[in-house]
């Protein structure tokens, strides 16, 4: 199974805040939404950031509610991480598992084409191991 496999099950709908956009805000997206981190884009489209709610935890942490107040870009983390299309499930676990984040915006041919989650990443992993156990088991009978 691939990352293409996820996206053209899921889409690739991203969501996406520009530089400006306060840490207030990014929160609010984050709960309406129901996701774990927005990519951070500039006027060109083109990803600068990206802010998941472990960087407004650490904005809390450190400034208290004035937290809040905060532009993105001042709690986003810049040099982001991505993967293609052709990546494996596997691939990306790792990936995941060393970077120690759970999202990976998605490149093909230098535009963003979708965001996959850690979560995304688990079922995945869990129908393919289906499909494996099914497979074994119609050989057994077969056999
Ligand atoms: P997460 O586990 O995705 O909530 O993110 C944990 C930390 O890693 C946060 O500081 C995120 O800004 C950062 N992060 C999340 N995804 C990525 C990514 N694809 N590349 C680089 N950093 C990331």
């Not at 951070?40 to 809040?68: C, F, P, Q």
């Not at 688990?122 to 499909?131: C, D, F, I, N, Y």
């Amino acid at each position: 199974m691939f990352v293409s496999d996820i996206l053209s099950q899921k889409g690739g709908l991203v969501f996406s805040v520009t530089p400006d956009t306060t840490a207030a805000e990014v929160a609010r997206q984050l709960s309406v939404k129901r996701i774990g981190s927005v990519l951070v884009l500039n006027d060109a489209g083109t990803v600068v950031g990206i802010a998941s709610e472990r960087d407004l935890v650490r904005a809390l942490a450190t400034h208290g509610v004035k937290a809040m107040e905060l532009e993105v870009r001042q709690i986003m983390t810049r040099e982001v991480v991505s993967c293609h299309p052709d990546d494996s499930i596997d691939e990306v676990m790792q990936t995941m598992t060393n970077g120690r984040f759970r999202h990976l915006p998605v490149i093909h041919h230098n535009e963003l084409v979708g965001l996959i989650s850690i979560g995304d990443v688990v079922k995945a992993r869990l129908e393919e191991t289906q499909h494996e156990t099914e497979a074994l088991k119609a050989y057994i009978v077969a056999g």
